[in-house]
């Protein structure tokens, strides 16, 4: 089993940046891809950034590439998500996944935390 806590979320301006990061303990959690979703309400949960293993490949959805940038320090167990020039449609409850392969595949995904909220006024 891997255990995994986001943090970070927040209420921010349009135009501002968050940096949200995710905890993971349990079952050799850095040998896992790692990967942020989103789900805005009354829509369906999507893929937002992905990064590989040893963190040498990553990948991103076109709306956010160039703005946001996905990191981790397997000393730490800890993969961040820096997001800048937010907008308001980038408001919604972020999720950090854990699976085997890098993939934006939602059903791919072995492990989920609880989410944290982003909210971005206008």
């Known amino acids: 089993q891997v255990q995994l806590v986001e943090s970070g979320g927040g209420l921010v301006q349009a135009g501002g940046s968050l940096r949200l990061s995710c905890a993971a303990s349990g079952r050799t959690s850095t040998n896992y891809v790692m990967a942020w979703f989103r789900q805005a309400p009354g829509k369906e949960r999507e893929f937002v950034a992905v990064?590989?293993?040893?963190?040498?490949?990553?990948n991103y959805a076109g709306s956010v590439r160039g703005r946001f940038t996905i990191s981790r320090d397997n000393a730490k167990n800890t993969v961040y998500l820096q997001m800048n020039s937010l907008k308001p449609e980038d408001t919604a409850v972020y999720f950090c996944?854990?699976?085997?392969?890098?993939?934006?595949?939602?059903?791919?995904?072995?492990?989920w935390g609880q989410g944290t909220q982003v909210t971005v006024s206008s």
């Open positions: 990064i590989s293993a040893r963190g040498g490949i990553t």
């Open positions: 996944a854990a699976g085997p392969t890098i993939t934006t595949v939602i059903t791919r995904y072995d492990y």
